[in-house]
T-cell receptor
């Protein structure tokens, strides 16, 4: 069964450093998403991306965050200058159609754990 | 703003028995989707079941079924014949029905332990 692949599985970084989390969505999917889950808390929406543009972003997704689809397969989340509170599990997801199309669901990756020291 | 509430932080059930996880939500919309996701210790979020708000019939997927009460804004998950592999965190999630760009609103989660 096709799956969403995320790397790295765990990254430890110093506060203030830049981090790039990588995702390979399912190949025929056109819509891409990032969510995050701070330890012990609920999963939160960060951003959705379609046709090389951000479709929607949450208030969490401030100027220090950016997303990119640098080639035909990868979808990346960059955090420019990490803060302690960015420590979380970051989940990438993809879908073939918009969520509102009815039969569609998101397929999530296994997550990238980010630890900021 | 839409909210999703799961009032049971932890639950346990004996293997082969039935358990029900609760979820309530708040919305003024009439068209939306509801989901239950499972997050086992491996951390990957796996879709368990989904429900379209316009459908009166409760969704069913093998041992998993929902009790969707639209007027009460309740969306509980029933797991029948519980198995050890059902041990996981379960999240209820809400999505707008129109113009949704992939934003799911999750509840706080319920940790379910299935005991042998």
């Amino acid at each position: 069964e096709p799956e969403v692949t995320q790397t790295p599985s765990h990254q430890v970084t110093q506060m203030g450093q830049e981090v790039i989390l990588r995702c390979v969505p399912i190949s025929n999917h056109l819509y891409f998403y990032w969510y995050r889950q701070i330890l012990g808390q609920k999963v939160e929406f960060l951003v959705s991306f379609y046709n090389n543009e951000i479709s929607e972003k949450s208030e969490i997704f401030d100027d220090q965050f950016s997303v990119e689809r640098p080639d035909g397969s990868n979808f990346t989340l960059k955090i420019r200058s990490t803060k302690l509170e960015d420590s979380a599990m970051y989940f990438c997801a993809s879908s073939p159609r918009p969520l509102s199309s009815g039969a569609n669901v998101l397929t999530f990756g296994a997550g990238s754990r980010l630890t900021v020291l | 703003a839409q909210t999703v509430t799961q009032s049971q932080p932890e639950m346990s059930v004996q293997e082969a028995e039935t358990v029900t996880l609760s979820c309530t939500y708040d919305t003024s919309e009439n068209n939306y989707y509801l989901f239950w996701y499972k997050q086992p210790p491996s951390r990957q979020m796996i879709l368990v079941i989904r429900q379209e708000a316009y459908k009166q019939q409760n969704a069913t997927e093998n041992r998993f079924s929902v009790n969707f009460q639209k007027a009460a804004k309740s969306f509980s998950l029933k797991i029948s014949d519980s198995q050890l592999g059902d041990t996981a965190m379960y999240f209820c999630a809400f999505a707008h029905g129109s113009g949704n760009t992939g934003k799911l609103i999750f509840g706080q989660g319920t940790t379910l332990q299935v005991k042998p």
